[in-house]
T-cell receptor
Framework: NAGVTQTPKFQVLKTGQSMTLQCAQDMNHEYMSWYRQDPGMGLRLIHYSVGAGITDQGEVPNGYNVSRSTTEDFPLRLLSAAPSQTSVYFC?????????????FGPGTRLTVT | TQLLEQSPQFLSIQEGENLTVYCNSSSVFSSLQWYRQEPGEGPVLLVTVVTGGEVKKLKRLTFQFGDARKDSSLHITAAQPGDTGLYLCAGADYGNNRLAFGKGNQVVVIP
């Protein structure tokens, strides 16, 4: 199993550009989520999904869109990049229905918006 | 938003010393997890504690969940350079499909 994979590893965008961060998992996990990690802020939840066709907002959803058409994939779209979106983005997955929601993280995408 | 406060934020110790870091909240959690993150990588789960008062050991690491299920501690015995990393605690809420993360304890073990 590859676990959780993310592409790209690094990305530089100009203000106003759009892009999609890819996330895939091969563990047949129902629950997937996106976090951003900023210095001194910890991990903050952007969006999450409890299964194909179902998504919901997390703590910091503004400026981001998600969709979940398959169990395996959960892409994160930046609609119009802003410098405030410079961050490291992590995708994670876990089994739904467990009380502990243990999460398996991808390696991250480091995004810089200039 | 449930807040998890981790202390100390940064800790530097010599190899062989013991250390304890803390994760505290005013909220009750159904379970609490500890992750370790190394530079340039995603967090990796170390342990999940579920029962109030529970103690779990993972080699030289001892994790404790508070009786009231609001706090947790991580104790490392005879720390080694390989223990260096960012330790993150995360609380799971009853019936809520979310984890709340603390900001982390940065631990540096000097050889």
């Amino acid at each position: 199993n590859a676990g959780v994979t993310q592409t790209p590893k690094f990305q530089v965008l100009k203000t106003g550009q759009s892009m999609t961060l890819q996330c895939a998992q091969d563990m047949n996990h129902e629950y997937m989520s996106w976090y951003r990690q900023d210095p001194g802020m910890g991990l903050r939840l952007i969006h999450y999904s409890v299964g194909a066709g179902i998504t919901d907002q997390g703590e910091v959803p503004n400026g981001y869109n998600v969709s979940r058409s398959t169990t395996e994939d959960f892409p994160l779209r930046l609609l119009s990049a802003a410098p405030s979106q410079t961050s490291v983005y992590f995708c994670a997955s876990s089994l739904t229905g467990t009380s502990s929601y243990e999460q398996y993280f991808g390696p991250g995408t480091r995004l810089t918006v200039t | 938003t449930q807040l998890l406060e981790q202390s100390p934020q940064f800790l530097s110790i010599q190899e062989g010393e013991n250390l304890t870091v803390y994760c505290n909240s005013s909220s009750v959690f159904s379970s609490l997890q500890w992750y370790r993150q190394e530079p340039g990588e995603g967090p990796v789960l170390l342990v999940t504690v579920v029962t109030g008062g529970e103690v779990k050991k993972l080699k030289r690491l001892t994790f404790q969940f508070g009786d009231a299920r609001k706090d947790s501690s991580l104790h490392i015995t005879a720390a080694q350079p390989g223990d260096t990393g960012l330790y993150l605690c995360a609380g799971a809420d009853y019936g809520n499909n979310r984890l709340a993360f603390g900001k982390g304890n940065q631990v540096v073990v000097i050889p």
